[in-house]
């Protein structure tokens, strides 16, 4: 069962030249100073940025054709995808186990600064990046990610990119976010 309590499906498939494409715009595009990144070695379902009541203005008009198997699959992600050094590749589930021991309330109930407590929680962070979801042309992708850092450390979104001059960038679409 996923996150969502929806089944999950490991898909075994390779990744696309296109879906390796935008995952690499989404992290760069978010880790545009290219600090050192935790990042989930596997993707989650697209869900919550599609729930059938959902008014988000980046699905209006938005033809998507791998919807239904976006929302209930993941995939691992490799070295190949992200070959950056800047980027380590982790088990999400024992990536929070650390997350919770540097949780920036952690640090400051030992005596740490917020300052330094929240760049510790940063250090040991968690990106994660959904499966994605394109629509019918392939030229506009939705995907969704989060950065958790802590109990009350973290923000995440849905973008949608669409492909400008062979480069895929974010979409001026609103398609909400978080943060903690």
């Not at 390779?14 to 760069?28: F, I, P």
Request: include cysteine; glycine fraction near 8%; proline fraction near 2%.
């Amino acid at each position: 069962m996923g996150e969502h309590g929806l089944e999950t499906a490991i898909s075994l498939s390779h990744l696309s030249t296109d879906e390796t494409a935008v995952y690499k715009a989404v992290l760069h595009q978010w880790n545009s100073d290219g600090h050192t990144l935790n990042v989930a070695n596997r993707t989650f379902p697209l869900v919550d940025a599609v729930s059938s009541d959902s008014s988000c203005d980046c699905l209006r008009n938005l033809d998507v054709e791998n919807l239904a198997s976006a929302s209930h699959s993941s995939h691992y992600l490799t070295r190949d995808v992200f070959p950056e050094k800047n980027i380590r590749l982790v088990d999400a589930d024992k990536q929070r186990t650390t997350i919770q021991t540097n949780d920036p309330h952690n640090g400051m109930a030992a005596g740490k600064s917020v300052e330094k407590a929240v760049d510790d929680a940063f250090v040991s962070g968690l990106f994660s990046i959904s499966e994605i979801a394109f629509d019918r042309d392939r030229q506009e992708p939705l995907v969704a990610y989060g950065f958790v850092c802590g109990s009350h450390c973290g923000s995440g979104g849905t973008w949608l990119l669409k492909k400008v001059n062979g480069v895929w960038k974010r979409a001026d679409r609103a398609c909400g976010g978080w943060v903690s």
